[in-house]
């Protein structure tokens, strides 16, 4: 990398989509969420090349978001990629520990998908620099130099540096032979594109039917709002994909402990493999509770689970059977670096959670990562799917027989079109100026 590159500038883009008018995306606790991106576009004093990076959000509160990404941005404008990247942990220590920012977090919430924002962006830079494909950029490193990148503060009690270091080695010799085969075949995806809650019962059948037709073996539903509908919805989901395929259910946090179990248990008949953010993301103890009663089915979580320290405490206490990291509320690659590790050592397979505007361009990296360098098996391991908003990527998620097939373009994947950036900023974007001055 050229040490002279150098980030001159941070610009930030509140950027919503109005999916709420056809209820894409809609569950138990989100019954109208417009899929949102704070955007971040990283100048240097290189004129081919730019970072981009987002973190994913619903309509309102992007805008503080944005607000949250302009203040930490000084901590990157005006240093050089390569003392950015060389001691990424530090710089990632300074993002997350700004002495007056942290009050606000710290490392959770606004502040921390501010971080992550920035952070995705950084790693395209990195990636791009290198001519290199993210997860490429990220397997290409020697185990020594992958653990410089990794945020381990916080997790010693339950993954020290020596260990991590210990399964980096151990994958070592066989990661070309795991590469080939993901870019022979790719990694095994689910859809909920057929699942949202606001959808009907014919909508629901007919895209069952058609990603059927696709490829697809695991599906996912949501629920938690009515008992009889969800049983209803589930039948219909069985019906149509048989009894040996995977279904999973999600709640979005809908139930207390001792509802979320009763509620799977009456559900359970439709022979479900996991079910997902039962209770609230806070609440450690109360997974284990749940995932203790419901066995054999597993519980899920992550999508909002704030730090690595939470997702620390979930498996130290047995709570998850599948860890769903999300690439943009978390420290980024950094953070997620050392869930995967966590999850690693713990044995529980990482499943991440995606969808939203940007998650699969992301998570396509990530799945690569992780069976390549980190967890190598692909025993129990889908990545989410859902087909909304990937034509305003400039390198868009491939999917090909319900899987992820690894990115070849230079950088992170979340580079957006001008002209869909000009349609849906918020508030002047075209398409918003159409819907607000009605
Ligand atoms: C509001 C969003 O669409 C959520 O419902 C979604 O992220 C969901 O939890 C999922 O697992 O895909
Ligand atoms: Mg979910």
């Keep these: ?30 019954s109208d969420p417009d899929y949102s991106a704070a955007y971040v576009v990283l100048t240097t004093n290189q004129s081919d090349l730019t970072g981009f990076g987002l973190t994913f ?44 920012l942290r009050w606000l977090g710290p490392e959770k919430g606004v502040v921390h998908l501010a971080t992550a924002a920035l952070l995705n962006a950084v790693w395209d830079l990195w990636a791009r620099a290198e001519g290199k494909p993210l997860w490429k950029l990220v397997c290409d490193l020697t185990p020594e ?6 945020n381990f503060s916080y997790l010693s009690n339950a993954l020290t540096k020596e260990q991590a270091l210990e399964i980096l080695q151990a994958n070592e010799a066989t990661k070309a032979v795991r590469e080939a085969e993901l870019l022979e ?6 859809t909920t594109s057929a699942g949202w809650l606001g959808y ?84 450690a103890v109360g997974h284990a509770e749940i995932a203790r009663a419901i066995a054999p089915i597993g519980v899920a979580t992550g999508e909002q689970c704030q730090n690595r320290v939470m997702f620390k405490q979930l498996l130290q206490l047995n709570a998850i059977s599948f860890c769903q990291i999300d690439s943009c509320r978390i420290g980024s690659v950094n953070e997620i670096l050392g869930v995967l590790l966590m999850a690693k050592r713990f044995g529980v397979p990482v ?4 969808g939203g505007v940007g998650l699969c361009e992301y998570v396509n990296h990530l799945v690569m990562i992780d069976y390549i360098a980190v967890g190598a098996s692909l025993e129990n391991r889908v990545a989410e799917f859902v087909d909304h908003l990937h034509e305003h990527f400039v390198y868009p998620v491939e999917v ?39």
Excluded at 82 to 96: I, K, M, N, R, W
Excluded at 409 to 434: C, F, M, N
């Design 200 to 283: 009907s019962d014919d909508l629901i059948r007919r895209l069952c039917r058609e990603a059927l037709a696709d490829g697809w073996e695991h599906f996912k539903l949501k629920v938690g709002a009515n008992l009889e509908d969800d049983r209803r919805r589930a039948a219909i989901i069985r019906e149509v994909i048989g009894p040996d395929r995977k279904l999973m259910v999600d709640a979005n946090q809908r139930w207390e402990v001792a509802e979320a179990i009763e509620w799977v248990k009456s559900l359970a008949e439709f022979n479900l493999w996991w079910v997902e953010e039962p209770t609230s993301p806070d609440d």
């Design 57 to 100: 959000t619903l309509g309102r509160g992007t805008d503080l978001c944005v607000g949250a990404i302009e203040q930490l941005a000084e901590k990157i404008v005006g240093k050089q990629l390569s003392t950015l990247v060389e001691s990424f942990s530090e710089t990632v220590h300074q993002l997350a520990n700004d002495s007056q």
């Design 145 to 150: 130099e992958l653990l410089r990148c990794i």
């Design 185 to 190: 075949t790719g990694f095994p995806a689910y």
């Design 400 to 438: 090909k027989r319900g899987h992820y097939m690894p990115p070849q373009a230079p950088g992170y994947s979340a580079e957006i079109h001008t002209a869909s950036l000009d349609d849906y900023r918020y508030p002047d974007g075209v398409e918003w100026q159409k819907r607000l001055s009605k």
């Design 351 to 354: 499943c991440p959670h995606a």
């Design 1 to 30: 990398m050229d040490p002279t590159l150098t980030i001159t500038d941070c610009k930030v883009v509140d950027l919503r989509f109005p999916t709420s008018e056809e209820a894409h995306g809609s569950d138990a606790m989100h």
